[in-house]
């Protein structure tokens, strides 16, 4: 019987890609003779280099950066997750004139004329605490407001504006029947107060507020490295209030030395944050509290545009630091619009301020009507409001009068002056 295998084709693979050999078997079950038969290769058309190549390469791409895009949003959420989000609080309170806590709802009258709103335009107030109060609480209260500031951003024309408030302007605030001093209302109610303060004196809408540790910003002007600064010999030596002397006060509250950081001459310097932060507090050295104002704007001029100036991973490693100093009651999405968004596409960095009170609506000085011997800016707030309409929204309209300020000017501004008063 003969075996079914004889004389059978065996088949073996050649080399990889080439080739194959076709053999025979005799009756013993040799191999008698074999050809060796060459396959045609296959042409690498378009489509077979898409399959063989391209593909897997896009294919590996797609991954990696599908990797990096989370990783990215994770970042993202981790920088969000470091501001202190405070729920908006719909009905707040504050201590009235008797020592009794109320809603500041029960003191909110009707007006007759809405106050000018622009969809792409929102205006949040910024606050400077000045934590030397011992009675500073986590959100504020029993704290003086040192800087007060509105900002306004404009998503259309991609700029920020500033109205800068003196401290020491004389303002009404709720449930007191005398004015005092705006930064005062802070230590009565917080920032709920301080908004509607300002909102009632400038008759525009707040969209939120944002507050920061007078010391605090020491890390965040050394979070982007430091700013320059153009300081004169005047601002750095005057004692008392010059900057070497803000200084020698900040190191012994924080405990350092007292010469650290101490300057030796003047001149453009770099500051560092503790430096910065003891150069915007000068007011003994020219134009007082006004002088002052313009150093805070110059402060953050000056760091905004260092932080423009950041690499992108510098930028975010600078977000880390500055957004765990922030507190705010801006919705976290609104924080991430304008944080990740809107300010890596500011198309002029130098900000346009007008500072409060405007020159020749206001009058300063020693006043006793209202407490003995105070320093203060006795404002005409009713003479600037269309003025704070012009700057934010190009546009004036009808608003409800604010009521007068006792010595606040009643002449045309041309004629008003700063004046001491009994």
């Known amino acids: 019987m003969k075996d079914s295998h004889k004389n059978a084709p065996v088949r073996r693979p050649g080399s990889a890609s080439q080739q194959f050999h076709v053999e025979h078997i005799n009756a013993k079950g040799n191999v008698v003779s074999a050809k060796r038969i060459r396959r045609r290769k296959k042409p690498w058309t378009f489509r077979r280099v898409c399959l063989r190549v391209l593909l897997p390469i896009i294919l590996v791409l797609t991954i990696i950066a599908g990797g990096i895009y989370m990783a990215a949003m994770r970042y993202k959420d981790y920088l969000l997750d470091q501001i202190e989000y405070i729920p908006k609080d719909e009905n707040p309170t504050f201590i009235n004139e008797e020592s009794s806590v109320v809603h500041i709802s029960e003191y909110t009258s009707e007006t007759s ?79 709920e107060l301080l908004v509607r303060v300002v909102q009632n004196h400038l008759r525009i809408v707040l969209d939120g507020y944002a507050y920061v540790n007078f010391y605090n910003m020491e890390k965040v002007i050394d979070a982007v490295g430091g700013i320059d600064m153009e300081v004169t010999k005047a601002e750095v030596f005057h004692e008392p209030g010059g900057l070497n002397s803000n200084l020698r006060e900040q190191n012994n509250l924080v405990g350092d030395p007292s010469e650290k950081y101490v300057l030796s001459t003047s001149g453009m310097l770099h500051l560092n944050g503790r430096q910065a932060v003891a150069y915007s507090r000068i007011r003994e050295v020219g134009d007082g509290v006004y002088g002052r104002t313009e150093r805070q704007v110059k402060v953050l001029n000056e760091l905004l545009k260092e932080y423009s100036n950041l690499s992108s991973t510098s930028k975010l490693a600078a977000l880390d630091d500055i957004l765990d100093m922030v507190a705010t009651n801006v919705p976290r999405e609104d924080v991430e619009k304008y944080a990740f968004d809107f300010l890596p596409e500011v198309r002029n960095m130098k900000i346009e301020t007008l500072g409060i009170p405007i020159d020749g609506y206001s009058r300063q000085g020693m006043f006793s009507d209202v407490r003995a011997n105070e320093w203060s800016i006795r404002p005409d707030w009713n003479g600037m409001i269309p003025i704070v309409q012009e700057f934010l929204y190009g546009e004036t309209t009808d608003f409800d009068k604010v009521e007068e300020i006792p010595n606040a000017p009643k002449v045309k501004p041309s004629e008003s002056s700063d004046e001491d008063s009994k």
Not at 113 to 133: A, K, T, V, W, Y
């Open 113 to 191: 004329f809405q106050p000018i709103e622009e969809e792409h335009i929102h205006n949040f107030l910024l606050i400077g605490i000045d934590s030397r109060s011992k009675k500073y609480t986590e959100n504020g209260t029993g704290s003086l407001a040192d800087v007060i500031m509105v900002m306004s951003v404009d998503d259309d024309e991609g700029t920020i504006k500033l109205v800068t408030i003196q401290r020491d302007c004389y303002a009404y605030v709720p449930g007191h029947s005398n004015p005092m001093k705006i930064n005062a209302a802070m230590s009565y109610g917080g920032p």
